[in-house]
């Protein structure tokens, strides 16, 4: 029988940064990162205006008071708006006195609050397509959504690079057990609860919440095995938020937040407090009370047990090893326990991650084998390493060549089991006939490396810099159009570099420089300079001091 894995939650909250990271047997396997900034966060809602319309681009671009106009595609327009109409439907086709013949509706209608009023801004946005009265289709959008239009938008996707947020009207707000969806009917659940019976069981407990008309719910995975009384305290919380949602919307003016996404902290407490955890060490005792009475409250004494305030003087991921393993994240080359090794490269267009045996060899182990077990272990890490750095969009895996099909098919399916666990929605394609595997990954953030490096100011995120075998050819060249000008034949002149380049002209092209002295009559000297960059340099005039000509990088901003 295998021995239960010890889960822990750590978080570490400081005034410019929370961190979150999530060990299994000591051994970090997610981690996340929040920093105080004013970027619009996936998951928060903002009444938004329509600032121009892309026909070219069939998108909109909406002013949610984020300084960049945010993306809002007319594909994320439409499933809402159709919802609208058929629950509008539906409504009209009720009995007159359904008030009256049952007292379910009536309390639906007063729970949901002033969304279910014909009156104020909020009903007007929620109901504009119903007004329009049949299908929409993108060729409607224009009209329906003219620029100066107020709209009711979720962020799907954070800004990252150079790109706004990412926008939908089909708004959801995630509760502990319950997603609410206030434009839709639909009532359904996590996929991830497999077991039937307890499917049958929640479909019966949803049908009997009083859900107001014209709104839909999701019971989360966290759901399964829980009585009724938690999914009614869920839903009155999530109502409670959408009136609060609704009033804003009433007697405010966009761009405005009109519902913001939980913190860190928060989203700990909502999102990752499962049975499988067995504690939560937190260094802030604000942070430890507020998860404290949450989940007194929502979860009982035995959960809110498993809080522990950390108290001591040694920084609290450097107690659990967590900095350590941080460090082994942020490389390109991650080793595999059999001795292989991948390497994961990040580029604007796709995420390259090549697999490699290295010196890994297993007595007893033939070729084949070793190669199959070596492309497993690759799985297993790549699933990690994608977690950790936040890794999103497309994904493309080099495992090494296997020639059995049966070997191939094998580490297709471990890869989809294991992108199966990963909270973000993950789809994975076979291995191609080239040998590579492509997936794709949600992304809603920066990645981890983007979140915490920015680009280098010398060589403009390329990596590379130009050898001393370079640089030297560049000076010898500089040298040789300055000589052939009058003013300087005869003249001494110095040549100022970084040491490494001195290096190279003192030794492998020394001969070369005395040649050019002995051709031209100039007497050439050469020091270093370690402040400059590897690809700087600037001639002086030793007689008066002053500075010839001076190189520079040139590099090319970004976006």
Known sequence: MAEKEHTQIILNCEKLERRFALLRNHRLEEYHIEREDNAPKPGSIYLGKIINLEPSLQAAFVDIGAGKNAFLHYHDMLQSDQEMIEI???????????????????????????????GGKAFELRNRAVKYGRK??????????????????????????????????????????????????????????????????????LASLDVPDGMGLICRTVGEGRKSTFFKHDLNILLDSWQRLEQLVNTRKAPLCVYSEPNLIERTVRDFMTDDIDEIIVDSEPAYK??????????????????????????????????????????????LPGGGYICVDETEALIAIDVNTGKGKRQGTDQPELILQTNLEAADEIARQLRLRNIGGLVVLDFIDMRSSRDRDEVYRHMKKLAKQDRAKTKVLPISRLGL??????????????????????????????SAMSMSVEIQRELQQLLHQKKWRGRALRVVMHPDVLERLRNEDASLLEEMERQSGNSLSFRSDPALHYEEFYLVDPESGAKIGEHRRQVKKQG
Do not use: W
């Open 136 to 205: 929409i289709t993108i060729d409607d959008i224009p009209k329906l959504y003219p620029a100066g239009t107020e709209i009711m938008v979720q962020v799907v996707k954070g800004p990252i690079g150079t790109k706004g947020a990412r926008l939908t009207t089909n708004l959801s707000i995630a509760g502990r057990f319950l997603v609410l969806m206030p434009y839709s009917h639909h009532i359904g659940l996590s996929t991830k609860i497999e077991n039937s019976a307890e499917r049958q069981r929640l479909r019966k407990i």
């Open 290 to 335: 507020l998860m404290t009475e949450t989940l007194l409250r929502i979860g009982g004494k035995k959960v809110a047990g498993k809080i522990e305030l950390y108290r001591q003087p040694t920084p609290v991921f450097d107690k659990f090893n967590v900095d350590s393993q941080l460090n082994d994240v942020m490389r390109r080359e991650v080793k």
């Open 88 to 118: 509008a439907k539906e409504v009209k086709k009720q009995p007159q006195d359904e008030d009256e013949s049952s007292g379910k509706s009536s309390r639906r209608r007063k729970k949901g609050g002033q969304s279910q009023n014909k």
């Open 437 to 466: 595997m492509e997936m794709t990954r949600q992304r809603e953030h920066e990645s981890l490396l983007d979140t915490v490096f920015t680009g280098c100011p010398y060589c403009g995120g390329t990596g590379l810099v130009k």
